[in-house]
């Protein structure tokens, strides 16, 4: 760049650009990330606070083998969201990974199908919880618990939503149960209320 001084005499200048809107669009990139992490954060610790809260066992033993169980349950589906940067997760893996304890010992008795279907991270938090507790009961409880039980999972994809279909078969004779323990809390809480679903039971 050349100009003039106050004597006419020629003045060289050198001056580099720099464009920034790539670096700024990177720090508001981080900011929002920050942000997003600390949300998730604190979503997470309040769902952690309710799995405490609503636990119930008569030993002490018992109480932390359940508690650790859901929040396996949390961490794996954590797991696959951090595999997505929390774009959501895939339903079969939520299943496969909530199944898989299950399928070692049973693997010709324990049935899931259905169509690809991803699911928004606060959706898939709530499945896999709801699955964990399903699971955990049919095993103690339900179909898992006698020799020629069966359990069968599958969903489909409908115009307006996603429809699952939990089916025990061969299992102990099926009653409504007498309280709302922490698996029919979390179902009622979070498909029902806060997903605005239905959800029907056939004992």
Known sequence: ?????ADGKPVRMNGVTVDVTERKRAEERQLLLAREVDHRAKNRLAV??????LTKAKTTADFIQTVEGRIH???????LLSATRWQ???LRQ??????APY???????????????????????A?????????????????????????????SIGPE????????????????????????????????????????YAW
């Open 1 to 5: 760049i050349i100009s003039r001084d």
């Open 161 to 200: 939503a996603l429809e699952l279909i939990w089916e025990e078969t061969g299992g102990p004779p099926a009653r409504p149960p007498s309280s709302l323990g922490f698996g029919l809390s979390i179902v009622r809480s979070s498909i029902e209320a806060q997903f605005r679903g239905d959800v029907e």
């Open 127 to 155: 499945v896999a919880l709801a699955l964990h507790e399903l699971a955990t009961n049919a095993a103690k409880y339900g179909a898992l618990s006698t020799e020629m039980g069966k359990l069968r999972l599958s969903w």
């Open 94 to 99: 939520i299943v496969d990974e909530e199944m």
């Open 73 to 79: 349950a949390l961490a794996a589906t954590h797991n």
């Open 88 to 90: 959501g997760a895939n």
């Open 103 to 125: 399928r070692a010992d049973h693997r010709e008795r324990v049935l899931a199908e259905g169509p690809a279907a991803m699911l928004l991270p606060a959706t898939a938090q």
């Open 48 to 53: 952690v606070l309710s799995v405490l809260r």
